[in-house]
C-alpha cells in the first residue's frame, strides 16, 4: 500500500510541505512511529507536540513541534493530548504487573 500524503490544506496546517512529509515518512520505514504499522488507508496522522499558542505560530515554527507520522489509532488512543513520558513508563508499569488476582 502506498501512503496517502496528506492534503495541501492539511499539510500547511502544520508547516509542512509533501516533500517533508515524505521524508519523515522514509525515515520512520513508512510505517507509523508507534506500532510499527502502515494502516490499510494508508494514512497517517501528523503527531505534534500540543504547545499554547500553536494555531497562531508561523508554518515555520510549527513545523519544529511536529514529532513523527503515526496511524489513527496509535495518534487518538495511545498518545493522546497531555501524554507524557512518565505516564506512558507509568502505564508500562502498571501492565507489566500483571492482574490484580493473580498470584
Given at each position: 500500500?502506498a501512503?496517502?500524503v496528506p492534503?495541501?490544506a492539511t499539510?500547511a496546517?502544520?508547516?509542512?510541505t509533501a516533500?517533508?512529509?515524505?521524508?519523515i515518512?522514509?525515515?520512520?520505514?513508512?510505517?507509523?512511529?508507534?506500532?510499527?504499522?502502515?494502516?490499510?488507508?494508508?494514512?497517517l496522522?501528523v503527531?505534534h507536540?500540543?504547545?499554547k499558542?500553536?494555531?497562531?505560530?508561523?508554518a515555520?515554527e510549527?513545523k519544529k513541534y511536529?514529532?513523527?507520522?503515526?496511524?489513527?489509532?496509535?495518534?487518538?488512543?495511545?498518545l493522546?493530548?497531555g501524554?507524557?513520558?512518565?505516564?506512558?513508563r507509568?502505564?508500562?508499569?502498571?501492565l507489566s504487573?500483571?492482574?490484580?488476582f493473580q498470584?
Open positions: 500500500m501512503p496517502q492534503s495541501a499539510l496546517k502544520y508547516g509542512l516533500d517533508e512529509w515524505l521524508a515518512f522514509e525515515r520512520q520505514g513508512g510505517v507509523c512511529a508507534v506500532c510499527r504499522k502502515l494502516p490499510s488507508t494508508g494514512r496522522n503527531d507536540e500540543h504547545v499558542g500553536w494555531k497562531k505560530l508561523p515555520d510549527r511536529v514529532r513523527g507520522l503515526l496511524c489513527y489509532v496509535c495518534n487518538h488512543r495511545v493522546t493530548r501524554v507524557t513520558v512518565e505516564r506512558l507509568g502505564a508500562v508499569e502498571y504487573r500483571g492482574y490484580a498470584s
